[in-house]
């Protein structure tokens, strides 16, 4: 924090940070958020309703000075918080605490959601984001992420961006093959998309609220939710920074390989297209292998008897099966387009210019009142 070194506008904020008699709150120049000075020292504030959804699993031990820390980490931070957290359905002692810590007697502002049989981190952080009230919506994973810089995503949120982004330069460990098979789904991801998930579009993220609506217009939003922020036309910020993980648990490779095959077949038509482009290959060259063989019985002699006939029996039949592959490609690829595809359009925002000059030409009469009568006078006399 940075001492007190420009001029603002005062006023006092009462009793707002705990152990503090009194507040100090300005709004600098050109500046979306309110600066707090304690003490002489400045601090960000942003008058925003903010939900921060946080996805624990087994965390028993931790899950109080989890809320604990969450809790002082954006209860000075913003006007007003929700801390919404998603138990992926524990088998420790998880739940008790839970419903400890929402206790008239612990923490204030929890929203507790306890799933019955665990899911992927992106299904379990979108059981947050739907039943979030905030203006801003904010993800964290406790054990990679750094809640401690959330207000640099908010000063990012507030300035005007639907979505931001923050990616940790330091991952937490991870096996020799969920490594090698991650760099690979990496480029695929890349090659169809545009994007990499990694870095362009990580788990800590901050969502506008209409974002999250247009999520959940969209047939599976628990999918769409990993991708479409980064792909779906919405001003976006992409931030680094440097923190240590906390420790955690080292991922399976079989789910995360059944994770990125749906994502990839549930964001992008290549891998069927590929499928399809195969069949119309096999198609053509079964075509042109029945000209070559039919070329060869007309003007060949010393053909092997029986070898025309059994070509053309087997070019056939090759032909009518990449056929009809081609076509339950073509009609699969439709099918997965209806489920999957969201509204036709999307207005994230509408402006209305202030000065309407049809407004100005509109025939008005004006009306004189008087305490003895009413005229009515058409503008023509007026003048």
Not at 90 to 107: M, N, T
Not at 112 to 128: F, I, N, P, Q, R
Not at 140 to 167: C, T
């Amino acid at each position: 924090m940075t001492p007190l070194a420009q001029p603002i506008e005062r006023y006092r904020f009462g009793n707002a940070l705990p152990g503090t008699k009194s507040v100090v709150v300005g709004l600098l120049p050109r500046q979306r958020h309110l600066n707090v000075f304690v003490e002489g020292f400045r601090m960000a504030f942003f008058p925003v309703f903010l939900s921060v959804v946080l996805v624990v699993r087994d965390q028993a031990d931790d899950l109080k000075s989890l809320v604990a820390e969450a809790t002082s980490g954006i209860a000075g931070l913003v006007s007003d918080y929700e801390l919404i957290l998603v138990d992926n359905a524990s088998q420790d002692s998880s739940i008790a605490i839970l419903k400890e810590l929402a206790s008239d007697a612990g923490e204030p502002n929890l929203q507790v959601y306890a799933l019955t049989k665990e899911v992927d981190a992106d299904t379990a952080s979108w059981v947050g984001l739907e039943n979030a009230l905030g203006d801003f919506v904010v993800v964290i994973d406790p054990l990679a992420d750094d809640i401690a810089f959330l207000p640099q995503m908010l000063d990012s949120a507030v300035s005007g961006a639907d979505v931001v982004f923050a990616n940790n330069q330091q991952k937490i460990p991870q096996s020799f093959p969920y490594r090698a098979a991650y760099a690979v789904f990496e480029r695929l991801y890349h090659r169809f998309n545009g994007i990499r998930l990694g870095t362009e579009a990580p788990q800590f993220r901050v969502l506008s609220k209409r974002v999250v609506n247009f999520i959940l217009q969209h047939s599976q939003p628990s999918m769409t939710y990993r991708h479409l922020p980064a792909t779906g036309g919405f001003s976006r910020v992409n931030l680094t920074y440097s923190a240590t993980p906390k420790a955690g648990r080292p991922k399976v490779l079989g789910d995360s390989i059944d994770r990125g095959m749906r994502l990839l077949a549930s964001t992008t038509r290549a891998p069927m297209r590929l499928v399809t482009t195969l069949s119309l290959f096999g198609a053509s060259a079964n075509v042109l292998y029945s000209v070559y063989v039919v070329a060869v019985a007309l003007f060949k002699k010393d053909v092997a008897p029986g070898w025309v006939s059994l070509s053309l029996q087997q070019s056939g039949m090759f032909f009518l099966v990449s056929l009809v592959l081609l076509v339950l490609g073509e009609y699969i690829l439709h099918m997965v387009s209806l489920s999957n595809e969201g509204p036709l359009y999307h207005v994230a925002q509408e402006f209305t210019s202030a000065r309407m000059t049809r407004r100005e030409k509109l025939n008005i009469e004006e009306v004189v009142s008087t305490s003895a009568f009413e005229t009515t006078v058409s503008p023509e006399k007026a003048g």
